[in-house]
């Protein structure tokens, strides 16, 4: 019942809602809130929107943290996805950014509506620009609505929403003259530009624009320029709206100019320099004389109060002035704030033309951005589809492409299917690149899916339903989770959720625990990803026994980070390429961080100790056949090394 008074409407059934018991009652609770408790005027409110999850790529807290979507592990913005592509020019923009990079759509047709305004834009610099220059001039129309639709919004706010409104004529003629050249004339003539992106997004945004020469020309004419921020002490209207307030307003100057002649007109009759005419809010208008000339003064003045160098006095004529002056500073205060209240709301009659006006802008600032962005970065324009190929050729990271200032960034190919690789086991040494190689696959297909252009030569995106991610861990000593049990939570929650469609990137799966457990745990996370789930999979580790399972899983795939030893120095080339390695260089990656000679010297030791008896221990077998029966079945008895042999000379 709340959401029918509210809406004026018979039922809900007109905004698609008519089933959506449990959607129903919680956008109603949300409206009566609004009315009810916190007293708000709910006015802008104009319609519904029904949507489901369905409609758009689902994204959870643990993915949008670890691809740094809105904010890095650091907090900051400038190493972020927004804040590598946002080129919005606007509030209403930047927000909506947000809005589809954490929401990015699985409609095919709505991604490829929005690539068609992008590419319009990219095509024709000129209006790129024209539109972009014109967009300064609009602030946040959304949110100087909503205050001035609330009843807090003030006369500032006015006046920039007539800027807003004053720069749209212009802005809307930018658009239309686009809009114009790609619908065809005839039937036979085909559309303009572009005709394959499906211009009808371009026309629907400008059509939705509504200019509002008359309310603009109102506030224009009403209020003044530099309003105060106070709404009730005057100095809102300009002169010229009102006739009765330029009454008030002459009547309060006179007197006030009469006042000031009053002053100069006192000191040459009392013959006292040092007279002064005040006013003060509690007194009102007084005569001041100091002390010494309180001989001097006539006996017509009134004494009004003693003060420490002088008295106060008043006479019947001020009195009566005063009481004309305030009464008319009063009058032309009241009258002020009621035509302000006027204005206020023959914009709140307008509210839906403007609210879908700056929805709309929105849209094409971010879409603008898009293509300021894509010309800007050299980015291609991605083909979308309802198939399961992803496919990047020389795709480069959106954000590190932006900040690597020392180094050029090193493109890479991807390919994933759900046919012949569906899961990529990458290999590589520390800081070679192999997380940031499997984030940016999963940040190249969540902008395509908002319908940005790619930082590839070429891309091909099948559609995707969620992107899944386990990278890193810490303790939840809130909840008493342990960095291996809250990797284990985030684990089971991927292989409990994932379907054929999904993304899943996996960096390292089952390093918090014991080398043989953890070995075990990522063997089987492997298996069961390409046996029951079927998602498409990146899976970093240093696990390179994991690079066996391409033997016997015929999805399964081996790439690794491509490495250059010199001098006993290795040198990283940040380059996928097919096949495994065995080699993880944990210690030149030491001696990089800083550790003490000695530390490292100590290494090199321990680890030929370690690889000697990989080879030969006295006749035992060796470690790495025992890994892999450890992994391989669990009735294999996996003989130990004794421990101290490892880590030093044995002893008799």
């Known amino acids: 019942y709340t ?55 689902t994204l959870d807290a643990v993915t949008q943290r670890n691809l740094e979507l809105l904010e890095s592990a650091r907090g900051e913005r400038r190493h972020t996805l927004v804040g590598s592509v946002d080129r919005t020019l606007t509030p209403m923009g930047a927000r909506l950014l947000r809005e589809w ?45 909503a205050r001035l639709v609330t009843g807090s919004g003030n006369a500032r706010d006015l006046v920039a929403l007539k800027e807003s409104l004053l720069a749209l004529p212009k802005l809307k003629a930018v658009l239309t003259n686009v809009g114009a050249a790609l619908v065809p004339q005839t039937q036979e003539e085909p559309a303009g530009r572009g005709a394959q992106a499906a211009p009808t997004l371009w026309i629907q945004l400008t059509g939705a624009i509504t200019e509002q020469p008359e309310l603009a020309e109102l506030i224009q004419r009403a209020i003044e320029d530099a309003p105060p921020l106070a709404l009730k002490e005057g100095g809102l209207i300009k002169r010229g ?93 009241a009258l002020e704030y009621e035509l302000f209240q006027q204005v206020r709301a023959a914009v709140v009659q307008q509210s839906a033309a403007i609210q879908q006006s700056a929805a709309a802008i929105a849209s094409l600032d971010v879409l603008a951005g898009f293509a300021e962005l894509a010309r800007h970065q050299n980015y291609c324009r991605p083909l979308v589809n309802d198939g399961d190929l992803i496919e990047l050729v020389d795709g480069r990271h959106p954000v590190l492409e932006q900040t690597l200032i020392e180094e050029r960034f090193v493109p890479n190919d991807a390919k994933l299917d759900n046919c012949e690789q569906q899961v990529l086991i990458i290999t590589g040494p520390n800081m070679a690149g192999k997380s940031t190689y499997i984030r940016q696959v999963a940040l190249l297909v ?78 089987s996370v492997a298996e069961h990803l390409h046996n029951s789930v079927g998602a498409k999979t990146l899976f970093a580790t240093h696990y390179h026994e994991l690079t066996e399972l391409a033997v016997t899983l015929k999805k399964v795939k081996n790439f690794n980070v491509a490495v250059r030893e010199w001098h006993d120095q290795v040198v990283f080339l940040h380059k996928i390429l097919p096949g495994g390695t065995d080699k993880s260089y944990g210690i030149q990656v030491a001696r990089l961080a800083g550790l003490p000679k000695e530390v490292i010297t100590r290494a090199k030791e321990v680890l030929n100790n370690l690889e000697e008896s990989e080879l030969s221990a006295e006749g035992k077998p060796k470690l790495a056949k025992a890994r892999k029966a450890k992994v391989n079945g669990p009735k294999s008895k996996v003989l130990e090394v004794p421990q101290m042999y490892l880590f030093g000379e044995k002893k008799a």
């Open 3 to 57: 959401l029918r008074d509210h809406f004026k409407t018979q039922s809900l059934d007109g905004f698609g809602a008519a089933d959506l018991a449990v959607g129903i009652g919680a956008a109603g609770a949300a409206l009566h809130y609004l009315q009810q408790s916190l007293r708000r005027s709910t006015g802008h409110i104009h319609r519904l929107n029904v949507y489901t999850i369905s409609d758009y790529m």
């Open 241 to 333: 709206y009102n006739e009765q307030l330029d009454e008030f307003r002459r009547a309060s100057v006179e007197g006030k100019e009469w006042i000031a002649a009053l002053q100069q007109r006192e000191i040459e009759r009392t013959g006292v320099p040092s007279l002064k005419v005040r006013y003060n809010s509690v007194f009102g208008y007084y005569i001041e004389i100091t002390k010494a000339n309180l001989a001097k003064v006539p006996t017509e003045y009134i004494r009004k109060q003693t003060i420490a160098n002088g008295e106060r006095f008043y006479t019947p004529e001020l009195k009566e002035m005063e009481g004309k002056i305030l009464g008319a500073d009063e009058k032309a205060n």
């Open 446 to 523: 969540l902008l395509a899916q908002t319908g940005s252009f790619l930082p590839a030569a070429r891309a091909t995106v099948g559609l995707v339903d969620r992107i899944f991610t386990r990278i890193g861990a810490t303790d939840d000593l809130s909840r008493g989770q342990s960095t291996f049990l809250v990797e284990m939570n985030e684990t089971a929650n991927i292989l409990n959720n994932a379907t054929p469609r999904s993304l899943i990137i996996l960096d390292e799966i089952g390093r918090g625990t014991s080398t043989f457990d953890g070995l075990s745990i990522a063997w």
């Open 101 to 145: 990079l954490t929401h990015p759509l699985r409609d095919v047709t709505g991604i490829n509506a929005r690539q068609g305004v992008v590419a319009h834009f990219v095509d024709d610099s000129a209006v790129l620009a024209g539109f972009r220059e014109q967009l300064r001039g609009v602030r946040d129309m959304e949110r100087l609505l």
